[in-house]
């Protein structure tokens, strides 16, 4: 075990998002702990010096000043079995990833990026979601459910873009799990089956620090970076 814990908080910092204030407050509440964590400016990222961490957390706050860093974090985090969180556009980026180096889907883009992207695997959603709760079903034998201990969670989000329905069945076969969905069937998480611990979604759990409450979710992934 870890006497201090040292999280890579990956992203475009922001101190008037609401999720950037709630995300140190979150570390410090869901583990007894001692937690260092360190913003890393999309366009500063060191890959190298990335094994220091025991956890990487990507961030909301979309588009990030540059993707392909982020991606690149991403593919490390997911190929070196490093705990990994990802929130609201960090959950975007790990499934764009994913179809990109894992899926061979080298044209697999991001319409927010570019909206001339030919494969447009992250798109804008129905209806932007500013700051409102949802219901969410979490699929039956995934690792979100058991965090959880129930099939039916509300939870809040703050996004226009989503992972794009259309291109589900990419994924039906691999790795890649998208383990909920909303009541539009639209998915909303997702988990590498795989991995120690690889989870991304796409409302904001650590809001919930705001309130002086826990959640299932950042505390099993600060004892995922315990080891």
């Avoid at 044209?107 to 959603?125: F, K, R």
């Amino acid at each position: 075990m870890h006497e201090i814990l040292k999280i890579a908080l990956i992203g475009d910092f922001d101190s008037q998002v609401l999720a950037h204030q709630a995300i140190p407050k979150a570390l410090k509440l869901n583990t007894s702990q001692k937690v260092e964590y360190y913003w890393i400016h999309s366009s500063e990222v060191d890959l190298k010096g990335l094994s220091q961490f025991h956890g990487i957390w990507c961030v909301p706050k979309s588009p990030y000043d540059n993707m392909e860093n982020v991606l690149s974090v991403i593919r490390f985090a997911r190929e070196n079995k490093k705990p990994f969180l990802g929130t609201c556009a960090g959950y975007q980026h790990a499934a764009l990833e994913f179809a990109r180096n894992a899926l061979g889907y080298e044209q697999a883009g991001n319409a927010e990026v570019n909206l001339e992207t030919p494969m447009p695997l992250i798109s804008a959603l129905v209806c932007r979601l500013n700051n409102e709760q949802k219901g969410i079903a979490l699929k039956e034998g995934c690792k979100i459910r058991h965090l959880y201990e129930q099939s039916e969670i509300t939870e809040e989000f703050n996004c226009g873009f989503g992972v794009n329905p259309k291109y589900l069945s990419l994924f039906a076969e691999s790795d890649l799990l998208f383990s909920s969905v909303d009541h539009h069937g639209d998915p909303k998480s997702l988990e590498l089956q795989s991995h120690p611990f690889f989870i991304g979604t796409a409302f904001q759990p650590e809001r919930s620090a705001l309130q002086n409450k826990q959640h299932p979710i950042i505390k099993a992934f600060l004892n995922a970076c315990l080891g």
